[in-house]
Nanobody, 116 residues
Framework: QVQLAESGGDLVQTGGSLRLSCVASGSMLNMNVMGWYRQAPGKQRELVAVMDSAGNTNSADSVKGRFTISRDNALNTVRLQMNSLLPEDTAVYYC??????????WGQGTQVTVSS
């Protein structure tokens, strides 16, 4: 059984930075893909950035050049460095993991609020 726990959400001003972290209990070595999704009020959950075990990444166009994803399998951690934050980045950010057996796991979410 794998559980994901996020941290790092906060209230920041436009142009500010935050770093989100997600720690997986159990073995992250069983995770093929790790990453982040977000959901703003009244909107569907959307991809932010994900990384597979080979280090390949996929990210939303809206965050390219501003957000950086990284993972450390030894520490069972995936992080999201968010720079140049905008009000439209305001959302609940969810840690995501997909195992090699294609089972999906989600964290409970952490709130990011960017004030204008």
């Amino acid at each position: 059984q794998v559980q994901l726990a996020e941290s790092g959400g906060d209230l920041v001003q436009t142009g500010g930075s935050l770093r989100l972290s997600c720690v997986a209990s159990g073995s992250m070595l069983n995770m093929n893909v790790m990453g982040w999704y977000r959901q703003a009020p009244g909107k569907q959950r959307e991809l932010v950035a994900v990384m597979d075990s080979a280090g390949n990444t996929n990210s939303a166009d809206s965050v390219k050049g501003r957000f950086t994803i990284s993972r450390d399998n030894a520490l069972n951690t995936v992080r999201l460095q968010m720079n140049s934050l905008l009000p439209e980045d305001t959302a609940v950010y969810y840690c995501y993991g997909r195992s090699y057996s294609k089972r999906d796991y989600w964290g409970q979410g952490t709130q990011v609020t960017v004030s204008s």
